[in-house]
Structures are given as structure tokens and as C-alpha cells.
T-cell receptor
Framework: KAGVTQTPRYLIKTRGQQVTLSCSPISGHRSVSWYQQTPGQGLQFLFEYFSETQRNKGNFPGRFSGRQFSNSRSEMNVSTLELGDSALYLC???????????????FGQGTRLTVV | AQKITQTQPGMFVQEKEAVTLDCTYDTSDPSYGLFWYKQPSSGEMIFLIYQGSYDQQNATEGRYSLNFQKARKSANLVISASQLGDSAMYFCAMREGGLTGGGNKLTFGTGTQLKVEL
């Protein structure tokens, strides 16, 4: 069974540009969550998509957006990139329908974004 | 208040010895789940173990066990018989359900860097 696949693995962008990251969850998983990891702020939740709908949202500016397709693949977009957006972006997929269910969240290998 | 607190920024352990990584949490939600993840230098987050708030027994997965003390709101990870390959960053995380909206939002601690020595 394939794991969570994130593409690309590495990206270098210039300030002001926009970027799109992709995440393919484990087959059958309908929930995809995105996280930003930086040395200063640690791991922070961006948003979660379930059945093509955003179910949860973290405290990030509107430049960060996402979507989920009918096959559960998800993309996140960051517009008008800033130097502070340089980070490891991780996505996680899960079977869980609610927060009370005993299921793991499996992570991809991440996309390392560098903004110059 | 921090929802997940890991007070050990770094830990050293001798190979083949056991080590305990501390994690305390804060929530008013009666339904929640606690996770431990391992993150090697490659960056991937590897799931280790899960404990649900209603689980009566401590979770175990191979060499990993979770010492769950609900009244003290602690969920310490115990790694038995440490191996060199266990050297990594370890994160404790919580997923809250029920009253606070559920879903799959994980709140992470700041992590503990574990170094296993010969």
C-alpha cells in the first residue's frame, strides 16, 4: 500500500511569487491535513480537508489556501511569498471521520520550500 | 497555556538502555487522542504510537510504550532497548475531539532530540 506522497520534495522560489504543493493521501483516506514546520515556530496546523471541504483552519493569513479534489488529493497554495514562508510543509492523511476515532495520521516526507 | 509541553529539548541514552521522553498536555475536552511521532533528519514524520483518552490500558507498539497518566495529564513515551537508529527528534501531539470540533487537527509539542550513543 502506497504511503502519503508529497510533491515536489524541494522548491526554491523568489519573494512575491506563488507556489502550489501537492499531497496524495493513502488510498481510501479522505482526510488531508497540512502543517508548516519552522525552527522558530515548530509544527503548526494550516488546515484540514475532508471530502473536498475545509473542516478545520489554523491561524495563518489568507495567502495560504488549499483545496481537495474528488480523489482526495490535496493542494495547498501560498501566494505572494515572503521570506518567512521558508519551511518544511508536511501533509498527513487519515481515515478518521471525527476526532474521537482511534486512527493514526500518516505523514508524507514533506516539501521543503525556500524563499529567496 | 501550551496544549502540549515537552520539557526535554535534548536527551542522551546509551545503546540498549531504556529512555523516557516526557509529555504533558492540557485540554478541557473529555475526548482526545495522544500521538508520538519520530522525525529523523530526513524530515518525514513517522507514527509511533497512539493513546485514546478512554483507553483503559497503556498503548504498546513493539519497543515503544506510552505511560498514560490521565489524572496528571501526562503521556510519556518509553523506548526500550534503544538502538542507534532511534536517534531523531520525537514529537508528542494531541488531537481533540467532541466539544472542540473534532477533525484531524494535531497540536504538537516542541519536540525532544534524542541521541543514542554506543
Amino acid at each position: 500500500k502506497a504511503g502519503v506522497t508529497q510533491t515536489p520534495r524541494y522548491l526554491i522560489k523568489t519573494r512575491g511569487q506563488q507556489v502550489t504543493l501537492s499531497c496524495s493521501p493513502i488510498s481510501g483516506h479522505r482526510s488531508v491535513s497540512w502543517y508548516q514546520q519552522t525552527p522558530g515556530q515548530g509544527l503548526q496546523f494550516l488546515f484540514e480537508y475532508f471530502s473536498e471541504t475545509q473542516r478545520n483552519k489554523g491561524n495563518f493569513p489568507g495567502r495560504f489556501s488549499g483545496r481537495q479534489f474528488s480523489n482526495s488529493r490535496s493542494e495547498m497554495n501560498v501566494s505572494t511569498l515572503e521570506l518567512g514562508d521558508s519551511a518544511l510543509y508536511l501533509c498527513a492523511s487519515s481515515l478518521a471521520l471525527t476526532g474521537t476515532e482511534n486512527t493514526e495520521a500518516f505523514f508524507g516526507q514533506g516539501t521543503r520550500l525556500t524563499v529567496v | 497555556a501550551q496544549k502540549i509541553t515537552q520539557t526535554q529539548p535534548g536527551m542522551f541514552v546509551q545503546e540498549k538502555e531504556a529512555v523516557t521522553l516526557d509529555c504533558t498536555y492540557d485540554t478541557s475536552d473529555p475526548s482526545y487522542g495522544l500521538f508520538w511521532y519520530k522525525q529523523p533528519s530526513s524530515g518525514e514524520m513517522i507514527f509511533l504510537i497512539y493513546q485514546g483518552s478512554y483507553d483503559q490500558q497503556n498503548a504498546t507498539e513493539g519497543r515503544y510504550s506510552l505511560n498514560f497518566q490521565k489524572a496528571r495529564k501526562s503521556a510519556n513515551l518509553v523506548i526500550s532497548a534503544s538502538q542507534l537508529g532511534d536517534s531523531a527528534m520525537y514529537f508528542c501531539a494531541m488531537r481533540e475531539g467532541g466539544l472542540t470540533g473534532g477533525g484531524n487537527k494535531l497540536t504538537f509539542g516542541t519536540g525532544t532530540q534524542l541521541k543514542v550513543e554506543l
